[in-house]
């Protein structure tokens, strides 16, 4: 049976990479849709209400005063390049600078309404015959899995195997090995291989099967990521920034178990690529999402073959 999906990742927030991952099911003709995580945004735009009843807000460094009817314009501009806006009084403003926990929890909130706003653009975007298979990545929060579980359009696959057709299934584990960030989905490779080898005991038929793991297997190039610093700068070495393998080892030794059709990943936005372990066509897309610029891979399988495989970028 042939079947054509396009995967990609790491959106971080940005509608403009989002609308057109929507739009290539019809300019592609594809039967499905695979987003392996890392949805959600990373910064704020409060938009602060004067006494006159206009608006304060800042974007990309600009001081702007806003009118009523300007504000659903500005909130769909800072949504495009994956900031995430907010209305709020001089008072509240106040609160979210100096209060840290207020600051997240309403961060948290805010990100749970964009992906709501997300899915609601899917109905006019994607044929009723495509799937859509979504499972978060490391930096999503856990509130927002009932709302991708809730929505009647999106299959959610986080540590489960989704059937993409009658003959392929897709098995999702979005969790990532340690980071110096501190993201809300890591563990240590040892907690990350009992949970794919959890996942996979699911899988009907592995040589069919396609992986879509965010972390891509450490040492294959799909996972050189720059080095950082104590305080998280990027390590520059003669004029030439530092990278190291950040992939994971559980990740590769699954991979190398069970050898998959193909395996999916991201997480590394620097290392966009294809390469072999064993029989598995491992794929990273890479990100761009701050540019808006869109990256995945048009896939198409059939049997236990991939029969069309096409880096997108636009």
């Not at 735009?45 to 005063?65: M, N, S």
């Not at 499972?135 to 540590?159: A, H, Y």
Request: net charge negative; charged share 30%.
């Amino acid at each position: 049976m042939r079947t054509r999906f396009m995967f990609t990742t790491d959106l971080h927030g940005s509608e403009t990479c989002w609308r057109k991952f929507l739009n290539s099911a019809k300019m592609f003709n594809l039967d499905a849709l695979v987003m392996s995580g890392d949805m959600t945004g990373k910064l704020m735009v409060p938009i602060i209400k004067r006494a006159d009843g206009r608006w304060d807000a800042t974007f990309l460094g600009k001081d702007e005063i806003l009118e009523e009817q300007d504000i659903p314009e500005f909130e769909k501009k800072c949504r495009l390049i994956s900031y995430i806006p907010y209305r709020c009084d001089r008072e509240e403003a106040r609160l979210i600078a100096s209060n840290e926990q207020y600051r997240e929890d309403l961060f948290e909130r805010q990100e749970g309404e964009i992906v709501k706003v997300w899915l609601g653009l899917i109905k006019d975007r994607v044929p009723d015959h495509v799937k859509i298979i979504i499972s978060p990545g490391n930096d999503d929060k856990f509130s927002i899995d009932d709302i991708l579980r809730n929505d009647k359009r999106v299959n959610f696959g986080e540590e489960e195997v989704i059937r993409l057709d009658e003959e392929h299934e897709v098995m999702c584990v979005g969790w990532a090995n340690r980071t110096p960030f501190d993201s809300p989905r890591e563990c240590s490779e040892e907690e990350l291989e009992q949970k794919l080898e959890a996942t996979a005991a699911k899988v009907l038929n592995v040589k069919t099967s396609i992986f879509c793991l965010h972390v891509p297997p450490k040492f294959t190039h799909l996972d050189d990521a720059p080095m950082v610093d104590k305080d998280l700068r990027p390590v520059v070495q003669g004029g030439r920034m530092v990278t190291i393998p950040a992939g994971s080892t559980a990740v590769r030794k699954i991979i190398q178990k069970y050898q998959p059709l193909a395996s999916l990943h991201g997480h590394i936005h620097e290392s966009p690529g294809a390469t072999k372990i064993g029989r598995t066509q491992c794929l990273n897309p890479g990100s761009e999402y701050s540019e808006g610029i869109f990256k995945g891979y048009l896939v198409e399988v059939t049997g236990d073959k991939i029969t069309k495989l096409q880096r997108v970028e636009a």
